[in-house]
């Protein structure tokens, strides 16, 4: 039996554990998968979350239908559940490249060998995440000097991905060198990202950190108390455009303002050559009840119209720096992004 055991994600090779991330940082509450159906519904309510863990929570979930059809197991009785997964949130592309690596095994194999050969995959997924996840910190954390002040926004770390992070996984390794004055974590609203999970991590790590409302980023900067902002990303697109949680286009706007690095973690799995511009990526957009009635308590009028979308788009020429488990690539708007990926 198969079985990685990391922050979010737990594998036992025939039922997948997610941490759900909708009840932190008050209940550590773990939701068992027994089919794709299931984690499907776990990726959508965004009780995992993250574009790194949903695009391994999602072949777990392919793993576990093969495993549920037994001897009659096909790439041909695997497409609806396939499809199921593949629509739960459509803006990440990891969860795209994780099916698509899966499909690429599958060949004619049936049953019992085309489960195996679909966990194995899964399972490497999810290992080489938090390998790449500690490598791309590794050439992040170059970019800073002794005693940074680093701003972030929404959730990057290991509840994001399958271990360590990738924009907070930058900033624990900075931690780690000693080059880490403090952290600034938005609340992200509407789902408080930051203020329930990235000082979740944080405070475990005894990393120095203070929350602290969105619309403080501005003032924080004027203040001269940044000195970069730190984000992961959901899709970066072949001009360098940067799909990420709603609120990051306004911080990049900010720091430009502010003449501050406005650096983005993402792995390669995240940078999509195929897609052109960032005009060219469907937004989610979410139920209006998370905006109006935050955990169910009613913040607005019933009838409120609402506009609430996931994501939003930053232009490659506000991006300082896109880093990559492979390097760093500077002024993404000059093309770098296809020629970059030939060495991932």
């Known amino acids: 039996?198969?079985?990685?055991?990391?922050?979010?994600?737990?594998?036992?090779?025939?039922?997948l554990e997610l941490l759900d991330q909708r009840r932190l940082p008050t209940t550590e509450?773990?939701?068992?998968?027994?089919?794709?159906?299931?984690?499907?519904?776990?990726?959508?309510?965004?009780?995992?979350?993250?574009?790194?863990?949903?695009?391994?929570?999602?072949?777990?979930?392919?793993?576990?239908?093969?495993?549920?059809?037994?001897?009659?197991?096909?790439?041909?009785t695997l497409q609806?559940?396939?499809?199921?997964?593949?629509?739960?949130?459509?803006t990440a592309v990891n969860l795209r490249h994780a099916l698509e690596r899966l499909d690429a095994v599958m060949g004619e194999h049936t049953g019992s060998e085309l489960a195996a050969r679909l966990e194995e995959q899964a399972v490497a997924l999810h290992t080489e995440d938090l390998e790449r996840n500690r490598r791309l910190a590794e050439h992040g954390a170059m970019l800073f000097t002794n005693r940074v002040r680093i701003y972030t926004h929404c959730n990057t770390g290991g509840l994001a991905t399958g271990g360590h992070g990738t924009a907070l996984g930058i900033i624990r390794?900075?931690?780690?060198?000693?080059?880490?004055?403090?952290?600034?974590a938005g609340e992200t609203r509407p789902w408080l990202q930051g203020s329930r999970l990235t000082m979740w991590e944080l405070l475990r790590d005894k990393i120095p950190a203070s929350l602290v409302i969105d619309s403080c980023a501005g003032e924080?900067?004027?203040?001269?108390?940044?000195?970069?902002?730190?984000?992961?990303?959901?899709?970066?697109?072949a001009n360098g455009d940067v799909a990420n949680k709603i609120g990051t286009y306004g911080l990049a706007v900010l720091a430009h303002q502010h003449g501050l690095p406005f650096i983005v973690a993402a792995p390669c799995a995240t940078l999509d050559p195929d897609t052109v511009t960032g005009a060219d990526i469907v937004i989610e957009e979410r139920d209006p009840a998370e905006v109006t009635a935050p955990g169910?308590?009613?913040?607005?009028p019933a009838d409120c119209p609402v506009y609430n979308p996931a994501f939003d788009i930053t232009p490659a020429s506000l991006v300082t720096a896109i880093v990559t488990e492979e390097g760093i690539i500077a002024r993404p708007e000059g093309g770098d992004i296809a020629a970059h990926l030939t060495g991932c």
Request: no cysteine.
């Open 1 to 15: 039996m198969s079985e990685i055991l990391t922050t979010a994600i737990h594998w036992y090779g025939d039922q």
């Open 29 to 76: 509450s773990w939701w068992s998968m027994t089919t794709a159906e299931d984690t499907a519904a776990a990726i959508s309510a965004m009780a995992v979350r993250g574009a790194p863990a949903i695009g391994i929570a999602a072949a777990y979930g392919l793993v576990l239908s093969a495993r549920q059809q037994g001897d009659t197991a096909s790439r041909e």
């Open 80 to 90: 609806q559940a396939r499809d199921t997964l593949a629509a739960s949130r459509p």
């Open 173 to 184: 390794t900075a931690h780690e060198k000693g080059i880490l004055q403090h952290v600034y």
């Open 220 to 237: 924080l900067m004027r203040q001269q108390a940044v000195d970069a902002v730190v984000v992961g990303a959901d899709r970066v697109t």
């Open 296 to 300: 169910g308590q009613p913040m607005a």
